[in-house]
């Protein structure tokens, strides 16, 4: 029980590392032709998006084939995350914390 136990949490937290690579990779491209987008950091940033959407290629095919609806929940909330501004990031954290203790009691 405990290995299908730790299997879920480790799938669990793939899909989560799997969010926070899309997430940047889209995060990366709003950098584009900005001042901090200069030879060296565009070099690195170019190499770490090919080598992240090579890392993402099979494990977003994966999901994708295994629950559709998740891959696009997540593909969602990441698009909803990379929208906030500042102060609608801050504020999440209290709203996910408000969420967990009303289910807690």
């Keep these: 029980m405990g ?3 730790d299997k879920k949490q480790k799938f ?3 899909i989560k590392l799997v969010a ?3 997430a940047s990779l889209e995060q990366m491209d709003e950098l ?3 001042r901090f987008y200069k030879h060296k950091v565009k070099n690195l940033m170019n ?3 090919k080598e992240l959407e090579k890392l993402l290629k099979q ?3 994966i999901l994708d084939q295994e629950d559709p ?3 696009t929940k997540i593909q969602y909330n990441v698009e909803l995350v990379l929208g906030m501004d500042l102060e609608e990031l801050a504020m999440l954290r209290s709203e996910v ?3 967990r203790d009303s289910k807690d009691e």
Excluded: I, N
Aim: glycine content about 12%; aromatic content about 0%.
């Design 3 to 5: 290995k299908v136990l």
């Design 69 to 71: 609806q998740l891959l």
């Design 47 to 49: 190499g770490l998006e």
């Design 97 to 99: 914390d408000q969420l």
């Design 32 to 34: 584009k032709g900005t």
């Design 12 to 14: 669990k937290d793939a």
């Design 59 to 61: 494990p977003l095919g």
């Design 20 to 22: 926070l690579l899309q």
